[in-house]
C-alpha cells in the first residue's frame, strides 16, 4: 500500500490509547515438571515496546489489572499486546499476540473482550515503509527490436525495528518474479540504522518484442506481464549469524507505466506470516481497548474558546459559564475535566472555580451525611488537582511504607471465610493493625507538606460546607477528608501503581491487604464515625471485629488536628509554592564530558522533573548527579536520530552545553518532551532557532558550522 508523504499539515492528529490488560487464561503449560508460568505482557507499537507489566509469577491464568493511557506520536500499522514467559537465565519466551491492525481498532474501542492468543511467527512480526520509484521504459535495441525495460529505484527506508533494542543492519533485495525467472539484485549494508538511506537505481529486462517499424505499435506481451511482480524485500544482515527478515513489498509490474512518482510503501509481513493451525491452543487474554484520533488545530484557532474558559470562574451563575457547560457536555474526564483543570491551574484560577462549582452543588445537598460522595463536576476536577498537584506530597508521605508492604509483605487476611487452615488470624490482626497504623500515622503527620494549593481548596470547602449546614459541627470535617482521605490517601493506597508510587500492580495477596488498609484508613480518616453506634453499620463483621482495636478517642483527635491543619488558609496567594512532582523514569543520558577524563559514552540515569528542576540521579532516591533550574531550559526538541544511531533521542539545550537523552520507547520520549516543554514555555530567554543534530568531530552535524556557538538552523517546533 502506497502513502503519501506530505509537508507539514497545519491540522495535527492526536493519537491517544488507552484501556486496561485485564487477565490471561488456559496458557499453554510448561514443558517441564513445573507446569506453571511466571508471566507478564507487553504493548508494542509495530515492533516497538511501549508498555511492560508486572511479572505474575506461577500461574496459567494470570491477572494483570493494569491500566494505561498515552499518546502516540507516530503513525503505527498494527497494536500488538504480548504474553511471555519470564526467564532467568535465557531469553524471555513469546508465549503468543493479540494483534490489532489500526484500522480495526474501533470495532473494539471500549469493549472488554477476550482475544485468542496467536502464535508469535518472525515472518509476520514486521514495521516500517520504503520509499520507492518504479516506472517502466521502452528500448530499441542495435539490431532495431524494441524491449522494456523495468527501472527501481530504492530511495531509502522509515522506521525500521530495533534488533535486541539496537538500530538494524538493514539492506534489500530487489526481484523481478515470473513463472519462469526469479532475477534477484541486493543493495549495501547500512550499518545501525532505522531509517538506511539506500539511493540505489536496478534495472532488468522485462520483455522483448518482434522488430520495431513505423506500422507496427510497440505491443506489450501480455502473458508474460500479467504474471510478473516486482519484490522488494527487506533484511537484517546477521554477520555471523542468520539474516532477519524485516517484511516485503510486492507490486504487480502490469499495473506499472512510464511515467510514474515516488511513493512510500508500507512492509508486508511474509503470505505464510500469519498461518497457524494452533492458535486456539495457546490460550487467550481479556483487554479493554480505546482508541481516538482528534484532529488538533494550530493554537490561535482555540484563543476565543479559552478567553471565555478563563473567564468561567467570575460567571454567575456558574452553571452558565463556558467550562461548566463543557464539562457537562463531555462526561470523559480525558475529554474535558483533564485539560480543563490544567488550563484553569496554569492560570492560577483553579481554586475559584472550583469553589464555585462546589457551592453550585452544596445548594442541592440535602443531607450533611452524603456531601461531596457524587461524581459530580466538583469532585472530578478536584480528584484531577488531587492527583497533578499532590504527586510529591504523596511519594514522600506513602512511598516509603508502601514500598515496606509491596517488596516485603507480611500475611494480613482477617476475612474468616478466606482464611487457609494453617492461618493464624490474630497474627493476620496483628499484621494489619501495625501496617494500618504506619500508613495513619504518616499521614496524619504529614500536613506540614500538604502543597498550599490543596490547602487553599479545603479551605474554600469547609467554608461552604459549614455555611450549608450551619448546626451540623461535624460536616465541616467531613467535607475535607471526603477528599484527603476517602479520594487521595484511601486510592492511592489501593492503586499505587496508577499514582506512580509503585511501578506496577501488586499481586494478588498484596492487593488483598492494600485493600484492608485502605478501608481501615477511609473509616479512620472520616472523623466521629467511630462511635459505637456507628460500628455496627460496618458490611463485614470482621472489619467491624477489627476496629474494636483502635482507641477512639485517639485516631479521633489526630484527625481532626490533621484536618484543621490543611484546611487553613495560606497566607500566600494560591499559587503552587512548592514544587510539584511531575514526571520521573529511567533514561540513557550522553556524558558531558564536564571534567577532563569524563567520556562521552551514554549511561544509564534516573531522570526527575518537578515544576524547579530538571535532575538526574545515580539511582532512584539517590542525591542528583545534576540539576537544570527550570528558567536556564532554553528549548526541548527532539535530536536526529543519525547524531548517534540511536532512536527515540531528545536534547535538552540550556544555558550550559545541551543535554542528550535517550528514551526507552517514542511514547516516553514524547511524553518527556512535552512535559519540560509545558514547564519551561514561559521562560523568557527561550531559543527561536536550534540545531536538530548534535555538534561532533568540530562541526554541526545539521548545517556543518564548525563554532559551537554557531546560531540553530532550524525553528524551534514548540
Not at 504480548?82 to 480495526?104: A, H, N, T
Not at 488545530?297 to 468561567?312: A, C, D, I, Q, V
Not at 464515625?529 to 463485614?540: A, G, N, P, Q, T
Not at 526541548?636 to 544511531?645: A, C, G, I, R, T
Request: proline letters at 5%; charged letters at 25%.
Amino acid at each position: 500500500m502506497a502513502t503519501g508523504e506530505g509537508g507539514a499539515e497545519e491540522v495535527r492528529v492526536l493519537q491517544t490509547l488507552r484501556g486496561k490488560i485485564c487477565q490471561a487464561k488456559n496458557l499453554v503449560p510448561y514443558s517441564g515438571p513445573n507446569k506453571m508460568r511466571d508471566c507478564f505482557c507487553t504493548i508494542n507499537l509495530d515492533q516497538e515496546e511501549v508498555y511492560r507489566t508486572q511479572v505474575v509469577e506461577k500461574s496459567l491464568s494470570p491477572f494483570f489489572g493494569e491500566e494505561f493511557y498515552f499518546e502516540i506520536p507516530r503513525t503505527f500499522q498494527c497494536l500488538s499486546f504480548y504474553v511471555y514467559d519470564k526467564s532467568v537465565l535465557q531469553r524471555d519466551l513469546r508465549i503468543g499476540k493479540v494483534p490489532i491492525k489500526k484500522e480495526d481498532l474501533s470495532r473494539y474501542s471500549g469493549k472488554e473482550t477476550w482475544f485468542i492468543l496467536q502464535p508469535v511467527d518472525p515472518n509476520s512480526e514486521v514495521q516500517g515503509k520504503v520509499h520507492l520509484e518504479l516506472k517502466l521504459n521502452e528500448l530499441i535495441t542495435d539490431n532495431g527490436t524494441v524491449c522494456q525495460q523495468l527501472v527501481v529505484q530504492l530511495k531509502e527506508c522509515h522506521g525500521l525495528p530495533l534488533i535486541n533494542g539496537q538500530n538494524c543492519d538493514p539492506y534489500a533485495t530487489v526481484s523481478v518474479v515470473g513463472p519462469s525467472r526469479n532475477d534477484q539484485k541486493k543493495t549495501k549494508v547500512k550499518k545501525k540504522t532505522s531509517n538506511p538511506q539506500f539511493n540505489e537505481t536496478f534495472y532488468f529486462e522485462v520483455t522483448r518484442s518482434s522488430s520495431y517499424t513505423k506500422k507496427s505499435q510497440f505491443q506489450v506481451e501480455e502473458e508474460d506481464i500479467e504474471k510478473l511482480e516486482v519484490r522488494i524485500d527487506l533484511w537484517n544482515n546477521g554477520n555471523l549469524v542468520q539474516d532477519l527478515f524485516l517484511g516485503e513489498i510486492k507490486i504487480p509490474v502490469k499495473v506499472l507505466g512510464s511515467d510514474s512518482s515516488p511513493a512510500w510503501y508500507l512492509l508486508q509481513p511474509r503470505d505464510n506470516g500469519n498461518k497457524s493451525s494452533k492458535s486456539d491452543d495457546l490460550g487467550s487474554l481479556r483487554l479493554n481497548i480505546y482508541y481516538a484520533e482528534d484532529y488538533v488545530l494550530p493554537s490561535e484557532y482555540y484563543t476565543s474558546l479559552r478567553n471565555l474558559l478563563l473567564k468561567s470562574p467570575l460567571a454567575e451563575p456558574i452553571s452558565a459559564s463556558t467550562a461548566y457547560i463543557l464539562a457537562e457536555v463531555c462526561r470523559d474526564k480525558y475529554d474535558a475535566v483533564l485539560p480543563l483543570v490544567r488550563l484553569l491551574l496554569h492560570h492560577h484560577k483553579l481554586v475559584q472555580f472550583i469553589t464555585a462549582v462546589a457551592e453550585l452543588e452544596l445548594k442541592d445537598t440535602q443531607e450533611a451525611n452524603t456531601i461531596f460522595r457524587g461524581n459530580s463536576l466538583a469532585t472530578r476536577c478536584l480528584d484531577e488537582m488531587m492527583k497533578i498537584v499532590g504527586k510529591h506530597y504523596l511519594k514522600v508521605t506513602l512511598k516509603p511504607i508502601l514500598d515496606e508492604i509491596c517488596d516485603n509483605p507480611k500475611p494480613c487476611e482477617i476475612d474468616p471465610l478466606k482464611l487457609k487452615e494453617a492461618d493464624n488470624v490474630e497474627t493476620h490482626k496483628e499484621n494489619l493493625r501495625y501496617y494500618v497504623d504506619k500508613v495513619f500515622s504518616t499521614v496524619v503527620q504529614s500536613s506540614i507538606s500538604c502543597p498550599t494549593l490543596m490547602c487553599d481548596v479545603f479551605c474554600s470547602l469547609r467554608c461552604l460546607a459549614a455555611e450549608r449546614f450551619p448546626n451540623d459541627p461535624h460536616v465541616q470535617y467531613s467535607a475535607v477528608s471526603s477528599f484527603v482521605f476517602l479520594r487521595f490517601f484511601a486510592v492511592a493506597v489501593v492503586s499505587p501503581h496508577t499514582f506512580h508510587l509503585r511501578p506496577h500492580h501488586p499481586d494478588a495477596q498484596t492487593a488483598r491487604t492494600l485493600t484492608l488498609i485502605s478501608k481501615a484508613i477511609q473509616t479512620l480518616g472520616s472523623w466521629g464515625s467511630l462511635s459505637k453506634s456507628k460500628l455496627s453499620s460496618f458490611k463485614e463483621t470482621f472489619m467491624c471485629e477489627f476496629f474494636k482495636m483502635f482507641q477512639e478517642e485517639e485516631y479521633i483527635e489526630a484527625v481532626k488536628k490533621f484536618l484543621d491543619e490543611v484546611s487553613t488558609e495560606s497566607k500566600e496567594p494560591s499559587v503552587m509554592s512548592e514544587p510539584v512532582h511531575l514526571k520521573e523514569g529511567e533514561m540513557y543520558k550522553r556524558a558531558q564530558g564536564r571534567t577532563r577524563i569524563g567520556k562521552k559514552n551514554f549511561k544509564k540515569r534516573w531522570f526527575c522533573l518537578t515544576s524547579r528542576e530538571l535532575t538526574y540521579h545515580k539511582q532512584q532516591d539517590k542525591e542528583p548527579i545534576y540539576t537544570i533550574p527550570i528558567k536556564n531550559i532554553l528549548a526541548v526538541e527532539k535530536l536526529d536520530e543519525s547524531s548517534f544511531n540511536k532512536k527515540n533521542m531528545f536534547q535538552v539545550i540550556h544555558v550550559e552545553k545541551p543535554l542528550y537523552v535517550q528514551a526507552n520507547n517514542c511514547v516516553e520520549a514524547s511524553e518527556w518532551i512535552e512535559a519540560l516543554c509545558r514547564v519551561s514555555r514561559c521562560n523568557q530567554k527561550r531559543l527561536s532557532v536550534y540545531h536538530p543534530s548534535a555538534f561532533l568531530n568540530g562541526n554541526w552535524l545539521c548545517c556543518k558550522a564548525t563554532s559551537e556557538n554557531t546560531v540553530g538552523c532550524t525553528p524551534c517546533t514548540a
